[in-house]
């Protein structure tokens, strides 16, 4: 009963959030309000006992992006520009694909249910072999590091091409300006 | 904020922490939650603490860009030279149990710990690069 009510109260708080963070016109107010819901967010991954998303959840959601939305606030205007009337076609399909989703998930297991599909693939080979096969007791890390090797990989490699773009953009152009003034 | 006492004190105290708690988290992923990812993101915002409290001068003289762009890539490269590594040992790309074929689950061990710390290294330094070329229009 008390992790229902904990439920309802953190899922209240994070439409809440959302709602403010789409409905202010300041965009500080706004990267606050993405924060907070992404400490919220945080704190439901730990009651769904998804530490490890959990903690990026925090950290990178919460934390570094704040900053960086901030940072970003400096080179654009600080408001939004005043929101035109309602466009009913984009509302029509907004409303229609939401619909269609929350039927689609009428058909899916049950949360935490055993027998759903995704917990019969590999987890439970993952689960019963990573201690004996990579000696890591946190198979999230196993999953990740070894089990995904590859994917891993490409995520770092990601997120190394995502700091060279920005290096290639923000660098050369401020250079670029430098050259102009002098 | 250098000439705020308060804060310039509290990040002081603050950063060893950030340090060796980022560290911790990349260095215990495999037994604890974390890993090179959150364990990079905490050692980056320990930059970004300190950066933001001392201001770019400074923080160009704890780390500066000549170091933190190579870095990006150096993590990259340590996960995936750990991956060639397994394949010049005979078996198949980023197949750790070659690091130690007498006992393969701790070449397992060996090979996520080391694939963790490029992750680790890579994530932090694009996290600091981001920040500083955000910051850039600040300076001067």
Do not use: C
Request: aromatic residues 10%; proline residues 5%.
């Amino acid at each position: 009963m008390t992790t229902l009510t904990l439920d309802i109260i953190l899922l209240f708080l994070l439409v809440v959030s959302a709602v403010a963070a789409i409905s202010v016109r300041s965009l500080l107010a706004a990267s606050m309000f993405l924060a907070i819901y992404s400490l919220l967010m945080a704190l439901i991954w730990v009651h769904l006992q998804a530490v490890d998303v959990a903690f990026t959840e925090a950290a990178v959601g919460a934390g570094i992006s704040t900053v960086l939305l901030v940072g970003t606030l400096v080179y654009i205007k600080s408001d939004e520009a005043p929101a035109p009337l309602i466009h009913w076609p984009s509302l029509a399909a907004v409303m229609i694909t939401g619909a269609v989703l929350i039927y689609g998930t009428f058909d899916m297991p049950p949360f935490g249910d055993p027998t759903a599909p995704a917990n019969l693939h590999v987890a439970p080979y993952y689960i019963a072999h990573s201690l004996e096969q990579t000696q890591v007791p946190n198979f999230v890390t196993s999953v990740l590091a070894s089990y995904r090797g590859y994917d891993t990989l490409f995520e770092t490699a990601v997120i190394f091409t995502a700091g060279i773009s920005l290096i290639l953009l923000l660098r050369q152009s401020s250079k670029h300006k430098r050259k102009k003034r002098s | 904020m250098k000439e705020n006492l308060i804060v310039r004190e509290a990040a002081r105290l603050l950063i060893p922490f950030i340090l060796l708690f980022g560290f911790y988290v990349i260095a215990h992923g495999e037994i604890s939650p974390g890993g090179g990812f959150q364990g990079g993101v905490i050692l980056a915002s320990a930059f970004i603490l300190y950066a933001l409290v001392y201001g770019s001068k400074d923080s160009e003289r704890v780390l500066s860009i000549r170091v933190s762009d190579p870095l990006t890539s150096l993590g990259v490269l340590i996960y995936a030279g750990v991956g060639v590594a397994t394949m010049l040992l005979g078996g198949l790309f980023l197949d750790y149990n070659e690091l130690n074929p007498a006992h393969p689950p701790a070449g397992q061990a060996l090979g996520i710990s080391l694939v963790e710390l490029g992750v680790g290294i890579t994530v932090s330094a694009v996290m600091i690069t981001l920040f500083n070329e955000i910051t850039r229009v600040f300076r001067k």
